[in-house]
């Protein structure tokens, strides 16, 4: 039976495609309460639009921010308990990847941008978040990590050593929260997004020859993993690292 999340609040970070709007609109769907944020104000609105034209009984509020910077942070936790009076559930869903192949070639300034970005600012917001209301009131944690934090590509390495250092992070930030706070991660493959489009558009069938099931994932694939780990459902479950990836891993390859 799926629990019903009426009456939470959630607020869900990159959420103005991809990942993140399928996250938005399967709590929804559930009667949760959503606020979106993103970096570009106009593409994030449009998905506000097209979420509150599903007619999910849970309503959603967009508010642009960057992830990386702390006052775009700390407005997104403001907003959220402003607008709903609780924030439940965090979905660190930002992510960027602007370096590809050799990392003796890669720009480290770079580099550290990927860090700040997938790392520092997960950290950030559920700093944010833990002093706003789940210090007080708990809640619980997705951080959206990759399989490339779990084993070695050779063409997105910085990418994936910050997908490994945040899968730490989980495990460290459950350990220190609990017991009324639960911090888990996913670990997608490639999924059928924008922001993963180099790795599959050149010839998708390819792509998908090397997963068990054949296909490259879908946002809802992601999704409804994630607000399982967000709902009561997973109660018991806290600093796991649940990989979707259409059995990927389980071949020993990437």
């Known amino acids: 039976m799926t629990t019903d999340l009426l009456g939470r609040s959630a607020l869900v970070s990159g959420a103005s495609r991809g990942i993140g709007k399928a996250v938005a609109a399967e709590l929804l ?7 979106i944020t993103a970096r570009k104000p106009g593409p994030l609105e449009e998905a506000a639009e097209e979420l509150r034209a599903l ?12 992830s990386g910077d702390a006052e775009s942070r700390a407005a997104a936790v403001d907003r959220v308990i402003a607008e709903f009076g609780s924030l ?4 660190n869903n930002t992510g960027i990847n602007p370096v590809f ?5 890669a720009d480290l300034d770079a580099v550290r941008k990927i860090f700040d970005v997938n790392v520092v600012a997960a950290l950030g917001y559920l700093q944010a978040a833990y002093r706003a209301w789940m210090r007080d009131h708990g809640g619980a944690v997705v951080n959206v990590a990759s399989v490339a ?6 063409v ?19 350990w220190q929260l609990g017991p009324t706070i639960r911090v888990n991660a996913v670990a997608p493959g490639v999924v ?21 099931m ?23 479950i806290t600093g796991e690292t649940v990989r979707v990836d259409g059995g990927l891993l389980a071949t020993g390859g990437l």
């Open 55 to 66: 007619g999910h009984r849970g309503q959603v509020v967009a508010l642009a921010g960057n």
């Open 149 to 154: 934090g779990i084993r070695s590509t050779g």
């Open 88 to 91: 439940d559930i965090l979905i």
């Open 214 to 236: 054949k296909r490259l994932g879908s946002p809802e694939d992601v999704a409804r993993l994630i607000v399982f780990l967000a709902s009561p459902e997973a109660d018991w």
């Open 156 to 174: 997105i390495g910085a990418y994936g050593a910050s997908k490994a250092a945040l899968i730490r992070l989980t495990e460290e930030l459950a």
């Open 29 to 35: 769907s559930r009667g949760a309460n959503v606020l």
């Open 101 to 105: 192949g050799a990392l003796m070639d």
């Open 192 to 212: 059928k997004t924008k922001f993963a489009d180099a790795l599959y558009s050149a010839d998708e069938e390819k792509a998908a020859s090397i997963y068990p």
